[in-house]
């Protein structure tokens, strides 16, 4: 059976790495990367697109990723590569999971934005089948990118800053975002399996030597 269904699009801010230095810190040098980032463009909330897809074998519509507007980019970085071998550009991948930046009907039944929530079983089985799918993209054994990127930041910016609620958050998760609960509060509660799960899905699938960090911010401040 034929049904219309959603395109997730793939929205990366990715760090270009574009210059290296060293430096002499109590007489040793060091090298670093220095470099800037770039946004794929301006996110919304709603499907990017419709397309004709069939349903898989649980009944579900199949999810269509977008990787487009991030390929444009990817696809310059691969060409100043090639003709620059001693000079190459590296990239960050940012970010596979984050609570601001995923519709809510991702989180629904059939991906219907009025859709009940899924449990967590099943959202655990879409987060693995997102990050395999993005990361495979980027760094199959097929793909022409394979090689661009270094690190991917796996989760982002879920540690609560402000309202911390011994109920609602007793692990200091983040529950509200625009001042409603995210998707991943309202199907885990508190509960931070989504987060180190997506660790084991990223470590799964990306190659060896790709690292994997948990970004955040204010992250020197006191306790």
Known sequence: MLKIQKILAVILTIT????GMTITV??????????TYLQMGKYNNEPILWRYMAD?????????LDFSKADKIMDFIKKHNEKNPD???RVRGHVLVWHSQTPD?????????????????????RLENYIQKVIEHYDGVNSPYRGIIYAWDVVNEQIEPDDFHPEKNPGSVRYTCNNKNTGWYNIFQGDISYITQSFVFANRYAPKD???????????DPV
Request: hydrophobic share 35%.
């Open 16 to 19: 270009v790495l574009y210059a």
């Open 26 to 35: 109590n007489a040793e040098p060091i090298d670093f990367s220095i470099g």
């Open 56 to 64: 898989d074998e649980n009944g579900d519509p199949v999810l269509t």
């Open 87 to 89: 000079d190459t550009i």
């Open 105 to 125: 009907w991702f989180f629904r039944e059939k991906y219907d934005s009025q859709g009940a929530y899924v449990g967590k079983e099943k959202m655990l089985k």
């Open 210 to 220: 790709i690292k994997l960090f948990y970004n955040d911010y204010n992250d020197a």
